[in-house]
C-alpha cells in the first residue's frame, strides 16, 4: 500500500480510469491497526488494484471533504468520483471488508 503525503498526489491518483483504493487511517487508531493484522491477505487477492495509505491527521483537508469521518476508512475512486466508502464502524472485520470489495469493485 502506498502512502499518499500531498494533496496534489491524491487529486491526480483518484483520476485513475481504472478503480483505485485509499484507507484513511491515523498512527494512534488502535481499529486502524486491527485492520493492519488482516489487510495483507486481501491486498493480495485484490492486487490487481491500486491500493493506497492517507493519515488522516496528514491530510485533514481532504478527510473533511470525502466526509472521512471515522477510521480506518476505506474508499474507491474512479475518474475522480468516490464511487464507494466504507465506513470504519462496517470496516472491523475482514469479512466486511472483503464484502464491500466485492460490491464496489
Known amino acids: 500500500m502506498e502512502p ?4 496534489e498526489s491524491f487529486n491526480q491518483i483518484i483520476t485513475s ?7 484513511f487511517q491515523a498512527d494512534w487508531c488502535p481499529d486502524c491497526r486491527r485492520m493492519d493484522m488482516f ?6 487477492e485484490y492486487k490487481g488494484y491500486q491500493w493506497y495509505d492517507v493519515n488522516r491527521d496528514e491530510l485533514p483537508d481532504i478527510a473533511d471533504h470525502y466526509q472521512v469521518m471515522g477510521i480506518p476508512s476505506l474508499l474507491v475512486f474512479k475518474r475522480g468520483e468516490k464511487i464507494a466508502h466504507l465506513h470504519s464502524a462496517n470496516a472491523k472485520t475482514p469479512e466486511e471488508v472483503e464484502e464491500f470489495l466485492q460490491k464496489s469493485l
Open 4 to 7: 499518499i503525503h500531498k494533496t
Open 17 to 23: 480510469d481504472d478503480p483505485v483504493i485509499i484507507k
Open 39 to 44: 489487510i495483507g491477505d486481501i491486498l493480495e
